[in-house]
């Protein structure tokens, strides 16, 4: 799946200085899933196929506010 097929939800968090798609973000895919981009944490070790990332709680607050939740 290629980012031009997803809908970003985030992307102002850090007062638009995400024009290079390396900050932290929450995609909704077109089956109403959701991608999320952030730096790889090592908190635990998850399933084998799963992966961690971290982003910031503001990601999540815009991701919300964008959702209308």
Same mark, same amino acid.
């Given at each position: 799946?290629?980012? %031009?097929?997803?809908? !970003?939800?985030?992307? $102002? @968090? $850090?007062?638009?200085?995400?024009? &290079?798609?390396?900050?932290? $973000?929450?995609?909704?895919?077109?089956?109403?899933?959701?991608?999320? &981009?952030?730096?790889?944490? @090592?908190?635990?070790?998850? !399933?084998?196929? %799963?992966?961690?990332?971290?982003?910031?709680?503001?990601?999540?607050?815009?991701?919300?506010?964008?959702?209308?939740?």
């Amino acid at each position: 799946m290629a980012r %031009e097929e997803l809908t !970003p939800l985030t992307g $102002n @968090t $850090n007062g638009g200085n995400c024009g &290079q798609g390396d900050c932290p $973000n929450v995609y909704r895919t077109a089956s109403g899933s959701f991608v999320v &981009q952030g730096d790889v944490s @090592t908190a635990f070790t998850p !399933p084998t196929g %799963e992966g961690l990332v971290e982003i910031p709680e503001e990601v999540l607050r815009e991701a919300v506010r964008a959702l209308g939740w």
